[in-house]
């Protein structure tokens, strides 16, 4: 059963496309790594698949989801961190859907947050403003919002980098347990290791699909090369749709 299929999706800046030509399927239940070189347009890909930008063609489709289906945690350098709110605060922005903007919380709710916490070993944060974190707590706090999101897809961007083992390893728990209750788990990788031990689907993005599949015929040393030689060849300011022309 498919929970996003990508149709000839082209997605850029200012007309430029970053993301070509991309088809494809996203099973429920998949848990796919979408790994490349640096500006392959992963980070790109996510942001089009949780529809924080618009297609410059083509399309993305959720044929049984809306889009409050998906949840996505973008790279750690795009959240403002001087922002004046506590760590519980920022995990209940999590409920919003249910509770509305400025609804309240329940009880329930509360209970939640407090379990979220708990479930990513921040108990007793919940009045620490969120710039006093570490790189790591703060890692922490947002795969709690995650968790109280509850949602079906879960869209990761680089969610291990720069973060200590431990904290990477409770996390990537947490990942598996989404995966394990049938959530659809898509999370951009650097690191070779996670992807071969815990990602049993890959994509290989250099602007457009090197490869996808098993992992273990993704990262061949063949696709990885040919993924940074095509990224290096990659003209920037390209018009769009070149390969039409
Ligand atoms: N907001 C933006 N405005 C203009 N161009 C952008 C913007 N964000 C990304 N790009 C460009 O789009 C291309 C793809 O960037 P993207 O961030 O998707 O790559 P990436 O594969 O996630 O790279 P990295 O591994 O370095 O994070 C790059 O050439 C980048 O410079």
């Known amino acids: ?19 070509h030509h991309l088809d494809g399927t996203i099973e429920q239940g998949d848990m796919l790594a979408v790994v490349g070189p640096n500006g392959a347009g992963k980070s790109t890909l996510l942001k089009g698949l949780a529809g924080a930008i618009a297609p410059l063609g083509g399309t993305v489709e959720l044929p ?5 289906d998906i949840a996505y945690l973008p790279q750690a ?8 709110i506590t760590v519980f605060e920022l995990v209940a922005m999590g409920l919003w859907r249910r509770t509305g903007l400025f609804g309240g919380l329940s009880r329930a709710d509360r209970q939640a947050v407090g379990d979220a916490l708990a479930a990513v070993g921040l108990t007793g944060f919940e009045r620490r403003a969120i710039g006093t974190l570490s790189g790591g707590q703060m890692q922490r706090m947002l795969f709690a919002r995650l968790l109280v999101q509850d949602a079906r897809v879960i869209l990761l961007d680089e969610p291990f980098t720069a973060i200590d083992a431990r904290t990477c390893a409770d996390l990537l728990d947490l990942v598996r ?49 040919a993924a940074r030689r095509m990224t290096e060849a990659f003209d920037d300011h390209a018009d769009i749709c070149t390969e039409a022309a």
């Open 77 to 84: 350098a795009e959240l403002d961190r001087s922002f004046p």
């Open 177 to 225: 347990r989404w995966n394990a209750e049938q959530r659809t788990v898509v999370a951009v990788l650097h690191d070779m290791e996670t992807v071969r031990q815990a990602f049993p689907r890959s994509l290989l993005l250099a602007r457009r699909a090197i490869a996808w599949g098993h992992t273990a015929d993704v990262l061949t040393p063949e696709n990885m090369l």
């Open 64 to 68: 049984r989801l809306g889009r409050h």
């Open 1 to 19: 059963m498919s929970a996003i299929q990508i149709r000839n999706l082209t997605l850029g800046y200012d007309r430029h496309p970053a993301v």
